[in-house]
């Protein structure tokens, strides 16, 4: 299930907490922007991190944080074709991450690294696969927000493929048009194999489009129904990617609303359960116990809060008290424990969880 938590990412969430910890984010496109644009811009990231550095952390602990930034701009890839980086640098850990997505500066200097807009960002670009079937062809396609393009299936992508390779076995077939549906069938069941070899990678929902015949057989036959979030019946065997990721649109835009759906549902029956954690506390609490399974919450929804008598239990507060005590987002730091611990996190609009209190966990049963 845990789609946005790779090796890399893993590694940041895992890193020991030791302040200070500074967390870049920016935009990052050398093949895009000049090269003098973007040096300027890290400069000024820099200059702001270090005047914050300076009256927060004065001692040795804040000049080595601050040289092991600057090697690290040092030795930026200007080479990448990425969109964005990620860097992340304390006393005890250093990282970058140079990513696909889309993002706006966000620079913080605090106790833990800034994961929350890294995640929010990789689950906003919405990916889904594409298989396109015809009487003798099938096409697949990975999209996203930004892109759609054609993969290798893993399968034969022609009939052809299937046809009997000896008289004999032709002989088999008195009736030509039972011998062009036997040989779809085992095309579309090895169709539906090799999906699934795409879907132990990619773990994402797929579309098919195809004639209405085709995508009958191919859905009573499927392993992978779950999987699909809708059949498009009509004719692209010829149609471009872009003709394809414009018939998509609706589509697509449907099953976001059918997904926050879903998740309203999952709240529900977990609640039933006996298995949902509600409000900030509550979460904090049973994700400090390990029991995060998907925690849902609202885009914006931010939280400062001091520790309790214990780390599992927080409180409310406007302002640090204590800075040793006080956490300035208490919702970034959970989604750092969901996700340490195995679970995953979703976005929600703002509002759609005001009965929860703006975020909801659901424990694993």
Request: with cysteine.
């Amino acid at each position: 299930m845990n789609q946005v938590i790779t090796p890399e990412i893993k590694e940041v969430v895992q890193a020991v907490h030791y302040r200070p910890a500074v967390s870049i984010i920016m935009p990052f496109e050398p093949k895009m922007s000049a090269k003098t644009e973007i040096t300027q811009n890290l400069k000024l990231a820099i200059d702001k991190v270090e005047r914050e550095i300076k009256q927060k952390y004065p001692d040795q602990l804040g000049r080595l944080v601050m040289h092991k930034l600057k090697k690290i701009i040092k030795e930026l890839n200007f080479s990448t074709y990425k969109k964005s980086i990620a860097i992340y640098v304390s006393p005890v850990f250093e990282k970058v991450l140079y990513l696909d997505i889309p993002v706006e500066e966000k620079i913080i200097i605090d106790e833990s690294f800034e994961i929350r807009d890294l995640v929010y960002a990789k689950k906003e670009i919405h990916k889904y696969l594409v298989v396109v079937l015809s009487a003798k062809h099938c096409k697949v396609y990975i999209g996203n927000t930004n892109t759609f393009v054609k993969i290798k299936s893993g399968v034969p992508d022609h009939t052809a493929a299937f046809i009997p390779d000896s008289p004999e076995r032709l002989a088999n077939f008195s009736d030509p048009s039972e011998r062009k549906e036997t040989i779809l069938k085992k095309f579309l069941h090895e169709t539906d194999k090799g999906l699934g070899f795409l879907l132990n990678t990619y773990q994402l929902p797929v579309f098919v489009m195809g004639a209405k015949k085709v995508l009958g057989y191919f859905k009573s036959t499927s392993d992978h129904e779950k999987n699909i979030a809708g059949y498009i019946h009509g004719n692209y065997e010829d149609a471009t990617e872009d003709e394809l990721k414009n018939i998509l649109k609706p589509y697509v835009s449907d099953w976001k609303k059918l997904k926050i759906k879903d998740l309203l549902q999952q709240i529900e029956n977990a609640a039933g359960a006996g298995k949902l954690s509600r409000g900030i506390q509550e979460v904090w609490k049973q994700a400090s116990h390990k029991k995060g399974r998907l925690l849902i919450v609202e885009k914006n929804f931010m939280y400062a809060a001091e520790h309790g008598k214990n780390e599992e239990t927080i409180y409310g507060t406007s302002e640090s008290y204590n800075e040793w005590s006080y956490i300035k987002d208490a919702v970034d730091d959970v989604i750092e424990k969901v996700l340490e611990y195995g679970g995953d996190i979703e976005f929600v609009d703002e509002g759609l969880l005001n009965d929860y209190q703006h975020i909801a966990m659901i424990q694993y049963y």
